[in-house]
């Protein structure tokens, strides 16, 4: 295991390899984010966490990109590589985006699942 130097680091992509992701391409997306950020150089830059579940398995495979908090939904390796140059540009993957932060909540698109409210 790694103990990583984050100083500097300015983003956090959370990559999810729960069940659903994983039989969605996770695994294969988490390696074509890692593939980009050494492709761009941006090691330093940009730090990745493949996690469990996040509880969005209809929008299957999520990457939530910190700190602006923007939750992307259906992302495959192609698009994933498409998400790290415009993360990279300070810009978004609008049509995939299923929830931002507006403030201190959390705001939904149209585009994402209803979902489950919770108690």
């Known amino acids: 295991m790694t103990t990583w130097n984050l100083q500097g680091t300015v983003s956090h992509l959370l990559i999810c390899n729960g069940s659903s992701c ?5 695994e294969e997306v988490a390696e074509a984010i890692e593939d980009e950020i050494e492709k761009q150089g941006a090691q330093s830059l ?6 469990r579940c ?14 602006e908090g923007v939750w992307y ?7 994933a590589k498409a998400l790290v140059r415009k993360h990279l540009q ?4 609008e049509e995939q ?13 149209e585009r994402g699942a209803k979902g489950k409210k919770k108690k």
Request: hydrophobic share 30%; aromatic share 6%.
């Open 22 to 26: 994983k039989k969605n391409k996770g």
């Open 46 to 51: 940009i730090h990745t966490t493949v996690t």
């Open 54 to 67: 996040n509880g969005r398995c209809d929008d299957a495979c999520v990457v939530i990109a910190y700190p």
């Open 73 to 79: 939904k259906e992302i495959t390796p192609k698009s």
């Open 90 to 93: 300070g810009e978004r993957l």
């Open 97 to 109: 985006v299923v929830y931002t932060y507006d403030e201190k909540l959390i705001a939904a698109t």
